[in-house]
């Protein structure tokens, strides 16, 4: 059967919560230190998904094989055409196209949605990085580095921002039929 990206669902998020927990113990992509439970992955991701974020599985056989969201970049309102992509492959699927897909897919659904910007704040990003390299091939740009940033597994790592332009980007004025747009004036805000 062929792989098939989705919308994430609840019941997904034992997995979620599994391929997470791989890369917290094993990897570098992440800073923290202990996987969070499963409770405090469930809080996660409602509340992306309760405001409206991309939230998406790849899943091939009825196995979640990776997952990818996208959510507010900071939290100030002058930030809210930018989304921050964070991504995870289980570790037996890497290196398959899974990383490309939901990648792909969910510049998609932020180009859609009417987000501007789509930042990577890559852990560890050196120029070999299977992360860092994903990213330059979807057309991502190095925007800076903060050297020896975070300290896990007894090393020092360096942090990489890259940018993906969507919508224009920075050339035009924001549209106020997006969904940042729309949810910043409900709020009350002045677009």
Do not use: C
């Amino acid at each position: 059967m062929s792989m098939k990206i989705r919308h994430a669902l609840p019941d997904d998020l034992d997995r979620i919560t599994e391929i997470y927990a791989d890369a917290v113990l094993n990897g570098t992509a992440s800073y923290e230190l202990d996987p969070p439970s499963r409770a405090e992955m469930g809080e996660r991701y409602n509340s992306l998904t309760d405001a409206g974020y991309p939230y998406l599985v790849a899943e091939r056989d009825a196995v979640i094989l990776g997952y990818a969201y996208a959510g507010p970049f900071r939290a100030r309102p002058a930030y809210r055409f930018i989304v921050e992509d964070s991504i995870y492959v289980a570790p037996e699927a890497k290196g398959a196209g899974i990383g490309k897909a939901l990648m792909q897919a969910l510049i998609d659904e932020s180009t859609v949605l009417g987000f501007r910007q789509i930042i990577a704040v890559i852990g560890d990003g050196h120029a070999d990085s299977a992360s860092v390299q994903l990213h330059e091939r979807l057309g991502f740009h190095h925007t800076g580095r903060m050297e020896g940033s975070g300290y896990k597994h007894g090393r020092w790592l360096d942090t990489v921002f890259m940018q993906l332009a969507l919508n224009g980007g920075a050339t035009l004025p924001p549209d106020p039929g997006s969904m940042p747009e729309r949810r910043f004036v409900a709020k009350g805000g002045k677009g």
